[in-house]
């Protein structure tokens, strides 16, 4: 079946400008979370989503961070103001909050480079 | 917070050969999940361990759980050059619901 999917793959902005990710959990799956990988960062926890509210948005690393979820499924990460050490690589996860556990099945991640 | 340290964080093995990569966290979370990732590549699931005890198989990785010490390994056996990769372990607070809390990873080179 269809995994998670985010748009775009790569995106280039210049510094200042506004940036949105999108994400298309897999279909059924409650939760949404996203998490951002840099170099020497490892994995960072950004936001998760149960439905279309957010319980923990408590990595967000500032305010120019936000995101929504609409229909509880597509979500869209924004970042306003992009900075330079905003580059990463975000990527989308989704679970499915029916079973015993909270395997993350992640979806294919947006490269940002900040110039 | 929940913390997850693995070790090492940089393997390089000659393939036929067996190595452990351990993972140790610090709370008394129940569930423990392994993830692989090639370079320029998404994370991929491999192992959820949900109880003290739990072993799972899967070719050349086999991975368990010891809830009492916190500690999860994922054992090679006999690598082979397609084992090459970056693998990561994962905890959670014990709910249906919730962020994962990763490790490091461990980058993993199996060469000829």
């Known amino acids: 079946g269809a995994g998670v999917s985010q748009s775009p793959s790569n995106k280039v902005t210049e510094k200042g400008k506004d940036v949105e990710l999108r994400c298309d959990p897999i279909?059924?799956?409650?939760?949404l979370y996203w998490y951002r990988q840099s170099l020497g960062q490892g994995l960072e926890f950004l936001i998760y989503f149960q439905g279309n509210s957010a319980p923990d948005k408590s990595g967000l690393p500032s305010d120019r961070f936000s995101a929504e979820r609409t229909g509880g499924s597509v979500s869209t990460l924004t970042i306003q103001r992009t900075q330079q050490e905003d580059s990463a690589v975000y990527l989308c996860a989704s679970s499915f909050t029916g079973y015993r556990d909270n395997e993350q099945f992640f979806g294919p991640g947006t490269r940002l480079t900040v110039l | 917070e929940l913390k997850v340290e693995q070790n090492p964080l940089f393997l390089s093995m000659q393939e036929g050969k067996n190595y452990t990569i351990y993972c140790n966290y610090s709370?008394?979370?129940?569930?423990l999940y392994w993830y692989r990732q090639d370079p320029g590549k998404s994370l991929e699931s491999l192992f959820v361990l949900l109880s003290n005890g739990a072993v799972k198989q899967e070719g050349r990785l086999m991975a368990s759980l010891d809830t009492k010490a916190r500690l999860s390994t994922l054992h090679i056996t006999a690598a082979v050059h397609d084992l090459s990769a970056t693998y990561f372990c994962?905890?959670?607070?014990?709910?249906?619901?919730?962020?994962?809390?990763f490790g490091r990873g461990t980058q993993l080179t199996v060469w000829p």
């Open positions: 709370t008394t979370s129940d569930r």
């Open positions: 279909s059924g799956h409650t939760a």
């Open positions: 994962a905890a959670d607070r014990g709910s249906t619901l919730g962020r994962l809390y």
